[in-house]
């Protein structure tokens, strides 16, 4: 978006809806600007995921980085070792996969709940 495109307004919000957006745009670690732009535009979208949902997903993205890693490092052990770890990479992919479908499936139902609701 270039500035030609940018229009400004003025805002008036409660403190406590003011302090929700700052806490959100902290956790997304957005400016509270893109924090509000992006979830009118999702509004749009019909996709709102609360920030504790948010959380929860970054946390199980963490996670599993976290076991793809340990699992990379440990594919310096010997040929049999790596041939095991391979396995449970495959496991791991599948189960990810699996994941990506569930998360999918998730916002599905969410986008037909915000539908549902604006009805």
């Given at each position: ?20 957006l700052k806490a959100a745009s902290d ?54 070792r790596e041939r095991e770890l391979n ?33």
């Amino acid at each position: 978006m270039t500035e030609d495109d940018e229009i400004r307004i003025t805002l008036r919000l409660p403190e406590s809806v003011r302090d929700q957006l700052k806490a959100a745009s902290d956790q997304s670690g957005r400016s509270m600007n893109a924090e509000i732009v992006a979830r009118i535009a999702d509004s749009f979208r019909g996709i709102i995921v609360t920030p504790d949902e948010l959380h929860t997903i970054r946390a199980k993205q963490v996670e599993t980085e976290d076991y793809v890693k340990k699992l990379t490092e440990a594919l310096g052990a010997s040929a049999a070792r790596e041939r095991e770890l391979n396995e449970r990479m495959l496991v791991l992919v599948s189960a990810m996969e699996k994941s990506n479908e569930s998360y999918q499936r998730i916002m599905d139902l969410i986008e037909k709940q915000n539908v549902g609701q604006k009805a």
